[in-house]
């Protein structure tokens, strides 16, 4: 039953998303105890094929209509994902300071963004409007990182 669900969600994002048509895109549903994520994309921008992976023995996130439309969303951002790492590439001298910081953060804030995007599709047209917390509660409150802190004075 789950992977006919996942099917019918995969479906019908690829076609809100206007990917249907453009893209010979497929769904793999994992099951591999190594697969620590759960969801991710392979992309072939030349070939315009695309395959979605998503976790179904072990996955971290409890909506995983909205780990495909993430994933999904990831494909749309692919050139502009592209575009921006090569300038890097191209103007940054390998492995310096420089160059790192910038992938960091164009990749945070790419994560950032297709993270936002998401969520605003979720809860537009989702069929399970209930966002994932599964990454939150892996990390330290407020209160752990505070504490421990220098007093500044």
């Not at 076609?15 to 793999?28: A, G, T």
């Not at 070939?47 to 909205?66: M, S, T």
């Not at 790192?100 to 990749?107: G, H, I, Q, S």
């Amino acid at each position: 039953m789950v992977e006919k669900e996942l099917n019918r969600l995969f479906d019908k994002w690829i076609n809100i998303l206007r990917i249907k048509n453009n893209w010979d895109i497929k769904l793999e549903l994992v099951k591999d105890i190594d697969f620590k994520k759960t969801g991710d994309i392979k992309i072939d921008i030349e070939d315009k094929k695309a395959i979605v992976y998503i976790n179904i023995l072990d996955p971290k996130y409890e909506n995983l209509e909205e780990t495909i439309v993430h994933e999904l969303l990831h494909l749309k951002f692919y050139p502009l994902d592209q575009f921006t790492e090569n300038l890097i590439l191209a103007n940054y001298k390998e492995g310096s300071k420089a160059q790192n910081t910038l992938y960091y953060n164009f990749f945070t804030s790419l994560e950032m963004t297709v993270e936002e995007m998401t969520k605003c599709f979720m809860l537009a047209l989702g069929d399970n409007k209930d966002l994932s917390f599964g990454r939150t509660n892996n990390r330290r409150s407020f209160w752990e990182l505070y504490d421990g802190l220098k007093d500044l004075e």
